[in-house]
């Protein structure tokens, strides 16, 4: 979440330092029904590659929106397109600013002063070796332990599409004899491919290494455990990753309303996991999906919009509530 590295202050005319950061709080809190008027804008353009967190995501903004008086348009493109449109002030804000994945574009951006980042509005995004739940109970809990169990993997670790960046990685390391892994093979093949293996795998009980992710919906539904990766084959502190909430600088600074809810979404990895199953997996409609999390999760929603109002200055939560 954004911070103010130290406190804006003055001096009045006895010296005594006074922060304006209290100052404007206390104004904001005496005067709640002058919030709306500080937001310029009444439209909210999101930027929404195909991905179902994305997606998902997207759909609950709208909906908290809606009744607030804001309205949503969403572009469909790409994370490097998106990135562009927020350069040139054609987008305002992106929910999927996966780093270290996307960081040259990010850097771009940010070295242009163009966007303003709000930190990650998912908590707990890992990628990695993975194993089903019941591999993980017998004892598989890092990379360093698949060696010794190589018969039982049939020296095999499953990943996505050939010359993916994560397939790359993976590739390194056997190449390396990483964990012992140089007699392995990497099974390339695609997303869906890869997670029928594991499919077919779990209903044997049979034993299955895999590139998996956090969040996606293969957490939920086979138990999936990101191992612990000493070694940093997919990056720095396990595969740690930052799913960032970015702003178009301008628009944040003419909506501070908007941004202050923007700042405050945020989801667990597990909660992201959850949606992502119901749209992706289970193929419900996306409206269903993104209301039913809603009405299911009060005291989220209650976080999300704490100090936020509608646009004109009424209760954001208690609007909310009635559109559910």
Known sequence: MTTTPYPLTCTTKHGARRSLLALATLLLGTASLAAAAQDKDDE???????WPGVTVKSEIVAQILAPLGYDVERQEVSSTVGYNTLTTGDSDAFLAGWLPA????????MA????????????GARMGFAVPGYVYEAGI????????HAEQFDETVYSIESGSTVSDMLNGAIDNDVYGLGDWDAMESSTPGMLSEVRAAQREQRWIA?????????VPEFDTHILEDPESVFGPDNGASDV??????????????????L?????????QSGFILDYSLKERDLDEVAHDWLAANPDRLAEFLADVTTRDGEDALAAVKASL
Do not use: C
């Open 210 to 218: 895999f590139y998996g992710w956090t969040p996606h919906w293969m």
């Open 244 to 261: 960032k909430t970015v702003v178009r600088t301008a628009y944040a600074e003419a909506n501070p309303n908007l941004a202050r809810f």
């Open 263 to 271: 700042d405050q979404l945020v989801f667990s990895s597990e909660e």
């Open 141 to 148: 809990h890092s990379a360093a332990d698949l060696a010794a």
């Open 44 to 50: 909210l353009t999101l930027i929404v590659p195909p």
């Open 112 to 123: 242009a002063g163009a966007i303003t980042d709000l930190g990650n509005n998912v908590t």
């Open 102 to 109: 996307q960081k040259d574009s990010y850097d771009a951006a």
